[in-house]
C-alpha cells in the first residue's frame, strides 16, 4: 500500500505542463518525477513550520518554549532533517533490494551503459524524493541566510545540483547508493538535541555517539569512497568514445502520453539523451568534482570528530613556565577545541563538550535572560 502511494505515477497534466521546460534545460525524466519532487518540498515545509512546533511544544514544553527565534529556526530544521535523512535511507534501502530493473544493470560490463545512462522508475523516485528535500534546503538557507551562512547555502545549492543530474538521466543507477550516506544523519540530529535538552555527556549521548562515529565511518568513508571509485570506472571506460554503444535517443515524453485518462508509464521512456553523442566532459566534472569534494569534506569531519572524542579523556600536560605566556595568548582557541564545536553539513556538533562544560553555559544562559 505504501509503496503504491509513493511510487504513484505522475497525473498526466502535470506531467505534459512541465515536459517542454524540462526538456529545455536537459532534464528528460524529470516530467515523470516533478509530483514527487513538489510532495517532499510540501510536506518538509509542513513539518518545519507546523508539525515540529506543535510536537516541541508538547513534548519539551519548557525546553522549546524558552529558545530565543533563532535557536526555534534551528529545532524545526534539525527535526525535518531527522524526518527526511530516516525516511529516505529507508526508502532507498528498500529500493535498492526491490528494483529488479536496477539489479539487472550491475550483472556484466555491458551493463555500465545503464548504469551510467539507464533510467528506472524506482531509482528515479528515490531520487526526486532526495531532489525536493534539498531545494527545501536550498530554500531555508537562502531565507535564513544569517542563521545557516553562506557554507550552508553552498552545501544545499552543489546537492541541488547532483541530484537533478540524474533526471537527464545520468548515473541514476546511483541514487540508492549514495543516498544511504544520510544513515549517520539521524543519529548527527540525536546529538544535537541532546545537547539542547541538557542531555550533553548523559549515557544516551554516548551510546547515540558510538552509532553516530560507527555509521560515519561505514556509509560515508567505506560505502562511499569505494562506490566513488565504481562511478569513475564506469565513466572513464565510457568517455573515450561511447558513441556506438549507446541505445536509441528517448522517445519524447510527449508522445508516450496516452490519449485517455490513463497515467503515464515510466518504464515507456527509452534511455538516454545522449545517444550518439559523446559523454560530455563538463559533466563528468561537474558529478566527479562535487563528489569529490564532498568525500573530502566527509574525511575532514570525521578527523575533527575523533579529534573533539579524544580531548574529551585528554587531561592537560603540565606546562614549563616558559611556556605560560604562550598558553595564555592560545587559551581562548584551545578552549574551542576542547568544547568540540564540529560543523557537519552545517550543524554544530559539540562531540567533546562535558556535562559540566554543558551545565555552565545553562547557568550563563539563564542568568542572561532573568538580567
Not at 530554500?139 to 541566510?145: D, G, I, K, T, V
Not at 549515557?203 to 569512497?225: A, D, E, P
Request: with cysteine; glycine share 4%.
Amino acid at each position: 500500500m505504501a509503496s503504491s502511494i509513493l511510487f504513484a505515477p505522475c497525473p498526466p497534466a502535470l506531467t505534459k505542463l512541465v515536459e517542454p521546460y524540462a526538456t529545455k534545460i536537459g532534464l528528460h525524466t524529470l516530467p515523470l518525477h516533478i509530483h514527487q519532487v513538489i510532495a517532499a518540498f510540501v510536506v518538509y515545509h509542513f513539518i518545519f513550520a507546523v508539525i515540529s512546533p506543535i510536537l516541541s511544544s508538547t513534548i519539551f514544553p519548557t525546553i522549546y518554549r524558552n529558545f530565543d527565534k533563532r535557536t526555534k529556526v534551528n529545532w524545526n530544521v534539525h527535526v525535518v532533517s531527522f524526518a527526511q535523512s530516516t525516511f529516505i535511507c529507508i526508502l532507498a534501502i528498500w529500493a535498492a533490494c526491490n528494483d529488479p530493473e536496477r539489479d539487472a544493470w550491475s550483472k556484466d560490463e555491458a551493463a555500465m551503459l545503464k548504469r551510467t545512462f539507464g533510467y528506472s522508475e524506482v531509482q528515479g523516485a528515490v531520487q526526486a524524493y532526495a531532489e525536493g528535500y534539498f531545494i527545501w534546503d536550498l530554500f531555508m538557507s537562502a531565507w535564513h541566510l544569517d542563521i545557516f551562512g553562506l557554507g550552508f547555502l553552498a552545501h544545499a545549492a552543489s546537492a541541488v545540483m547532483v541530484f537533478s543530474l540524474g533526471f537527464r538521466p545520468f548515473v541514476n543507477y546511483w541514487a540508492s547508493v549514495f543516498v544511504l550516506f544520510e544513515i549517520s544523519s539521524p543519529f548527527l540530529n540525536i546529538h544535537w538535541f541532546c545537547d539542547k535538552t541538557g542531555m550533553t555527556g548523559s549515557l544516551t549521548q554516548l551510546i547515540n555517539g558510538f552509532f553516530l562515529l560507527t555509521s560515519f565511518f561505514c556509509c560515508r568513508l567505506v560505502w562511499g569512497t569505494w562506490n566513488a571509485f565504481l562511478v569513475f570506472g564506469d565513466l572513464k571506460t565510457l568517455y573515450p568514445n561511447p558513441s556506438a554503444l549507446l541505445p536509441p535517443a528517448p522517445t519524447p515524453v510527449d508522445s508516450l502520453l496516452p490519449d485517455q485518462d490513463d497515467h503515464l508509464k515510466a518504464a515507456e521512456v527509452v534511455v538516454s539523451p545522449f545517444a550518439g553523442k559523446t559523454l560530455p566532459l563538463w559533466l563528468i566534472m561537474a558529478y566527479l568534482g562535487s563528489n569529490s569534494i564532498l568525500n573530502l569534506l566527509n574525511y575532514y569531519w570525521f578527523s575533527r570528530m575523533i579529534q573533539t572524542v579524544t580531548a574529551r579523556f585528554t587531561k592537560d600536560k603540565p606546562v614549563k613556565k616558559g611556556k605560560m605566556e604562550k598558553k595564555e595568548k592560545k587559551e581562548e582557541s584551545v578552549e574551542v577545541d576542547a568544547n568540540g564545536k564540529v560543523w557537519v553539513e552545517g550543524t554544530d556538533v559539540d562531540i567533546g563538550t562535558t556535562a559540566e562544560v554543558a551545565k555552565e553555559k545553562l547557568k550563563k544562559r539563564t542568568v542572561t535572560r532573568q538580567a
